[in-house]
């Protein structure tokens, strides 16, 4: 079946660095666009970056512009968030998301992992 | 402060019709397909809707949306107790910043 599985969240202070992966599986990985979204507790869902099916088209929230990185390999159907310079107001339940389109299109995210947590204190 | 405008919560009494807005502007609801996702308590989110008015898969057509102008709406009618839960809008920028927008989010209490 579909499904997307994160890892990588913690407990780290302030300024440091996270990696955070998601390991695709059930879908044909390099054909769709990739998203993280955040949610901090109690709080609504705030989208933090996609990436394009190849990695050439990639936007960002403009307060994790300069400090947070998406990537993706598609040869291990993996899409990552390099997290730097981070701040307590990044504590959050990350997700990463599978976009519906199968192009350069962004549509929405039709399939969720289960998030993993990061809390920056 | 979202872009995308959402009242903050709806209520209705099981078998009722339930109305969602979802407010924007000419760069993102007004010029772009809107999606809806429910959330259930401790849960990841779910789509609902795509493409404005389109459902998945397993989606009970009790879930419907629409557009008009810069402004969506997501309706469920005949409203049962397992849709208590929050629901968000979400649709492309297209101003030269880009990027994904969610709305605030909307609680639906069923009474």
């Known amino acids: 079946q579909v499904q997307l599985v994160e890892s990588g969240g913690g407990v780290v202070q302030p300024g440091r660095s996270l990696r955070l992966s998601c390991a695709a599986s059930g879908f044909t990985f390099t054909d769709h666009g990739m998203h993280w979204v955040r949610q901090t507790p109690g709080k609504g869902l705030e989208w933090v970056a996609v990436?394009?099916?190849?990695?050439?088209?990639?936007y960002y929230l403009d307060s994790v512009k300069g400090r947070f990185t998406i990537s993706r390999n598609n040869s291990k159907n993996t899409l990552y968030l390099q997290m730097n310079s981070l701040r307590t107001e990044d504590t959050a339940v990350y997700y990463c998301a599978k976009d519906l389109a199968r192009s350069y299109a962004v549509l929405g995210m039709d399939v969720w992992g289960q998030g993993t947590t990061v809390t920056v204190s | 402060q979202s872009v995308l405008t959402q009242p903050p919560s709806v209520s209705a009494a099981p078998g009722q019709k339930v109305t969602i807005s979802c407010s924007g502007s000419?760069?993102?609801?007004?010029?772009?397909?809107v999606s809806w996702y429910q959330q259930l308590p401790g849960t990841a989110p779910k789509l609902l809707i795509y493409d404005t008015h389109k459902r998945p898969s397993g989606i009970p057509d009790r879930f419907s949306g629409s557009k008009s102008g810069t402004s969506a709406t997501l309706d469920i009618t005949g409203v049962q107790p397992g849709d208590e839960a929050d629901y968000y809008c979400g649709t492309w920028e297209s101003s030269l910043t880009g990027g994904w927008l969610f709305g605030g989010g909307t609680r639906l209490t069923v009474l």
């Open positions: 000419g760069s993102n609801v007004g010029n772009n397909y």
């Open positions: 990436i394009s099916y190849d990695g050439d088209n990639i």
